[in-house]
């Protein structure tokens, strides 16, 4: 039953909280175990297939990114209204195994664009929807914890797809069959959808007035814009994971050797997203925030100047702890500082704020590697990170010790 709702009842969370967040991890396990046996073979598929250069995989993954982020705050909005976050989630997910078989018939680099909006489409559906059963299953003392632990097994799943991946390739020798890798893909994107039996989700309260979702976000707390002005600067220098991929086959990495890299970003970012969520509880997500920032510039800085295949191993690696370090504290500082009936909406409209810079940041990153090498986009993606990581620390007010999202 995909739509099926439990009464909402503030002391008591769906199947006990964390069973529940544990089971929406297990969507995402298995659809990320999908997802990641693909992406990193998109770039190498795009140039050595179909003969695109940095500057089109860049055009390629900013237009998916983008059109993706325009729908993340209207679906946000839809699962605060008309309370179908499950529904909507299912939907966005099944288009994860739809853009698989898009892939299967792509014989062109518009057909891969094609299959790309297919899939961020999806992506954009079910991200707010589904971070909110997340927030839902948790209250403040352990929303980190929720989120993190949603991440740990979202990118257990992207490491493990990643493995597979690069032991079918090393099977494979030299003569890579990229249309079998797609079609084994598939299988963990289906076993990713039957988890959806098990989720359970609450009905929140609804809006006084149905005001459109833009009036609703006009009135969000200032700290919470601040934070969404960063996330745009920040994203600005944060371009496609598909330029890693380029950097490391660039700096001498073999195909099959750059997608065990992108395996050991991904397992560390996995091994280090709970206890760094569940430490943001503690201490507060800006004290995480900030070095998280930090650690992005550092790894960026490494990504471009990286002077041998060492300092590309430690880099990735350090890629994987920012990652932990932000990807859900950032949703947890969100979720907890917004109103219970805009959820959906303040959920989405942040990761349409990070969709929309993302294509003039990945059309910039490709237009200065072809212009200037590959080592200038990470240099300006490390400098954007400073700047944001800048604002946090100068701007975002709060005392220290306090366990408010705004703590410092």
């Known amino acids: 039953m995909i739509d099926g709702d439990v009464p909402h009842e503030p002391a008591r969370r769906p199947r006990s909280g964390m069973v529940n967040v544990f089971f929406l991890g297990l969507v995402s396990f298995f659809t990320d175990f999908s997802t990641e046996m693909v992406y990193p073979l998109i770039p190498l598929f795009l140039m050595a297939t179909l003969g695109a250069t940095p500057a089109l995989v860049g055009v390629i993954e900013g237009i998916a990114e983008s059109v993706a982020s325009l729908l993340k705050v209207f679906s946000g909005y839809v699962s605060d209204r008309f309370q179908k976050k499950k529904g909507l989630a299912f939907w966005g997910y099944a288009a994860g195994v739809i853009y698989k078989v ?148 660039s700096a001498g990495f073999s195909d099959v050797d750059v997608i065990l890299l992108y395996f050991l970003f991904n397992l560390v970012a996995s091994a280090l997203s709970l206890p760094l969520g569940h430490l943001s509880d503690k201490i507060g997500r800006k004290r995480l925030l900030v070095p998280g920032y930090l650690a992005f510039s550092a790894c960026y800085l490494g990504f471009a100047f990286a002077a041998d295949h060492v300092w590309m191993i430690l ?31 303040m959920l989405g409209l942040q990761s349409t704020i990070a969709g929309i810079a993302l294509l003039p940041a990945s059309v910039i990153a490709g237009l200065l590697w072809d212009g200037y090498g590959p080592q200038v986009p990470f240099v300006f993606g490390a400098a954007m990170s400073l700047v944001a990581a800048l604002i946090l620390i100068f701007f975002m007010r709060g005392a220290p010790g306090s366990r408010t999202p705004v703590s410092a």
Request: charged residues 15%; positive net charge.
């Open 102 to 249: 898009a892939l299967l018939v792509a014989g062109s680099w518009v057909g891969v664009l094609s299959a790309r909006v297919i899939d961020r489409i999806g992506k954009g559906v079910r991200t707010a929807p589904r971070d909110v059963l997340v927030s839902e299953s948790a209250d403040k003392t352990t929303m980190g914890k929720a989120f993190g632990l949603h991440k740990a097994l979202d990118m257990f799943g992207s490491a493990i797809g990643i493995l597979v991946t690069y032991f079918l390739m090393l099977g494979m020798h030299d003569s890579y069959d990229f249309h079998r890798l797609f079609a084994i893909s598939i299988i963990p994107g289906l076993i990713g959808l039957a988890m959806f039996v098990f989720i359970r989700q609450t009905k929140t309260p609804r809006p006084a007035t149905s005001q459109p979702f833009w009036k609703n976000a006009r009135g969000i707390d200032g700290q919470l814009k601040l934070y969404l002005v960063v996330v745009f600067i920040f994203t600005l220098g944060n371009s496609s994971n598909a330029f890693l991929i380029l950097r490391a086959n």
């Open 315 to 345: 880099t990735f690696v350090l890629y994987g702890v920012y990652t932990a370090m932000i990807a859900g504290v950032e949703r947890a500082y969100v979720a907890e500082i917004s109103p219970p009936e805009v959820k959906g909406t």
